[in-house]
């Protein structure tokens, strides 16, 4: 029988402090566009509830031309922020996710 080798990510999730559920901030940034922060937020919460009592920050650049968004929700487990990951970094308006 195979067993499965660890990848970078498996040892990321394995050595997070993180104990489900929990409040967790996700941020993703771009070039600021009309729909970005409605873009963010909807991948975001297509998978997670925001946590309560909080919000949508919104962070703009000096020279205005990036936005960073933050959304914090209430996580369940590494597999739902994986999901989350994965649908940010396939946005092409998303040119980075923290």
Known sequence: ?????????????QDTLLEFPCEFGVKAMGRDADDFEQRVTDIILAHAQRY???????????????????????????DQLERIYRDLAD???VLVSL
């Open 1 to 13: 029988m195979a067993t499965k080798q660890p990848t970078d990510q498996d040892a990321f999730w």
């Open 52 to 78: 309560a009592g909080t919000g949508t920050t919104v962070n703009r650049s000096g020279g205005g031309k990036f936005i960073a968004v933050t959304v914090t929700i209430e996580a369940q487990s590494k």
């Open 91 to 93: 946005c092409e308006q």
